[in-house]
């Protein structure tokens, strides 16, 4: 397929080769960001690509179904298997998707949603004010405690003892600490409310044992099918039963039509590497490095925020180096350490230039990077903070870092399903 697309674009060719270099000569930081298997490239880039699938498996609008629905039933099954969950919905064309399709199976429009405010490490579809979701509901944000930036359940208990909402969202994009569930799941019963956990992030953890899972404590749980699982770009729903229906009809017909066949092929063949025991241990090594990393960094006088991670994701808050977020992700960036600026609890800064740098482990790892490799980063982003004005220092560090990234080459297969 490549040597077809040199012959019609050679331009387009020529970017896709660059990116792939570029992506390979880096340290890719970015919590969000990971590296597919070559199975699940190649199934993302089938001729399934090439089908519209409306509708279900068995309850299709358009004709030659017989593949697809065995495709689709197939993620859905190896979905379930590894979630344990009842039901799993793998349409969603994203997580943001899957979120507005599980507040639109639960909620009213201008009925309540509670979620992580996103200057505190929620994300825009937990009913911010800039989101569809704040306009189509009526949002109250909860915050992380102001000092230690954890999450204070009490407060959150108090909150929704207040406002009663229908929903209450809980997780993150900018949260390092081990998350509450059953917590979550209490206050939800005190109250009435239908709890939906966004896993997004940590799904890869959830699935591996490395974190809490919420399926027993949630009514619905959405997340994406890349970041920690490894897996294509898409979302997913898992849901009790009970909801079943109301999810699949959000989905379909509610928000989308025909679902990506390519993508939700290339999610089975994630769910398929996720349910083994290697995935088991990069996951386990994901935290492991998240650790070693966090510590190396405090040891250079970094402040984290809540003082360290449990997950993979870091949050440095740079304001007692006397620095702002975007110029040293800029200069990360020029050194081939790729992380993005962001806010931290209680920013005085602005969203574009932020007090905070936002870091991840999950690509380092799906690489081969164990703890030294951990270290050795740190070291290399202490380097380059200390030298932001210093291009030649800056090209130095690239140059280790390049020679660093050639001990690790992208593995084309991380896992062979048994």
Known sequence: MID???????????????????????????????????????????????????????????????????IEILAIERAKTIFRADHANVQPY?????????????????????????????????????????????????????????LDYTMIEDLAKKHRPKVIVCGATAYPRIIDFE??????????????????????LVVAGVHPSPVPHADLVTTTTHKTL????????????????????????????????????????????ANTPEFVVYAQQVV??????ADRLMEHGFELSTGGTDNHLILIDLRNKGLLGKPVAKALDRARIVANYNSIPNDPAPPMNPSGVRLGTPAMTTRGFKEAEAVQVADFINKVVQNLDNEAVIEKVGNEVLMLCSQFPVPEHFIIPQ
């Not at 012959?7 to 660059?18: A, G, K, S, T, V």
């Not at 998707?97 to 507040?103: D, M």
């Not at 066949?261 to 769910?271: E, P």
């Not at 492991?288 to 990393?293: D, G, S």
Request: glycine content about 12%; overall charge positive; proline content about 5%.
């Open 230 to 273: 490894r897996g294509p770009r898409g979302g997913l729903i898992l849901c009790k039963a009970e909801h079943a229906k109301a999810v699949d009809r959000a989905v379909f017909p509610g928000l989308q039509g025909g679902p990506h066949m390519h993508t939700i092929t290339g999610v089975a063949v994630a769910m398929a590497e």
């Open 288 to 293: 492991k490095n998240a650790k070693a990393l």
């Open 94 to 150: 994203s997580g943001s998707v899957a979120n507005l399709a599980a507040y639109s199976a639960l909620l009213e429009p201008g009925e309540t949603l509670m979620g992580l405010s996103l200057d505190h490490g929620g994300h825009l579809t937990h009913g911010w004010k800039v989101s569809m979701t704040s306009r189509f509901f009526h949002s109250v944000p909860y915050p992380v405690d102001g000092k230690t930036g954890l």
């Open 183 to 204: 917590a979550f799941g209490r206050i939800a019963k005190q109250v009435g409310a239908y709890l939906v956990a966004d896993i997004a992030h940590i799904a890869g």
């Open 4 to 70: 077809a697309l040199e012959q019609y674009d050679p331009q387009i060719y020529e970017l896709i080769r660059q990116e792939e270099a570029r992506q390979s000569g880096c340290i890719r930081m970015i919590p969000s960001e990971n590296y597919v298997s070559k199975a699940v490239m190649m199934a993302s880039g089938s001729c399934l690509t090439n089908k519209y699938a409306e509708g279900y498996p068995g309850r299709r609008y358009y004709e030659g179904q017989h593949v697809t629905d065995l």
